[in-house]
């Protein structure tokens, strides 16, 4: 069963920019249509298909759990030139 998606990842793709963002950002962008959760996802599979950059920041805090943030933009121009030299060869 295929389920229909609020936002399409091409359109939530078309949103990012040279700016690093997480996934609350890029919702806020998007004017908070869809659930964040959903967005988080599109991003990450966009992600995991080189269509945008994704990034991890960690850190120990002193106290409480390690945190982990992710990021995202779109490709940079470098980075899309190779990614479509990997496809053609």
Same mark, same amino acid.
């Given at each position: 069963?295929?389920?229909?998606?609020?936002?399409?990842?091409?359109?939530? #793709?078309? =949103?990012?920019?040279?700016?690093?963002?997480?996934?609350?950002?890029?919702?806020?962008?998007?004017?908070?249509?869809?659930?964040?959760?959903?967005?988080?996802? #599109?991003?990450?599979?966009?992600?995991?298909?080189?269509?945008?950059?994704?990034?991890?920041?960690?850190?120990?805090?002193?106290?409480?759990?390690?945190?982990?943030?992710? =990021? =995202?933009?779109?490709?940079?121009?470098?980075?899309?030139?190779?990614?479509?030299?990997?496809?053609?060869?």
């Amino acid at each position: 069963m295929v389920r229909h998606r609020c936002l399409e990842d091409e359109t939530i #793709a078309s =949103y990012l920019d040279d700016e690093w963002r997480t996934p609350t950002a890029v919702h806020r962008l998007l004017q908070e249509r869809g659930e964040s959760y959903k967005i988080a996802i #599109a991003l990450e599979r966009l992600a995991r298909a080189g269509k945008i950059e994704n990034k991890y920041e960690g850190s120990m805090p002193k106290r409480g759990s390690p945190v982990c943030i992710d =990021y =995202y933009r779109r490709l940079q121009r470098l980075r899309i030139s190779y990614y479509r030299r990997l496809q053609t060869a």
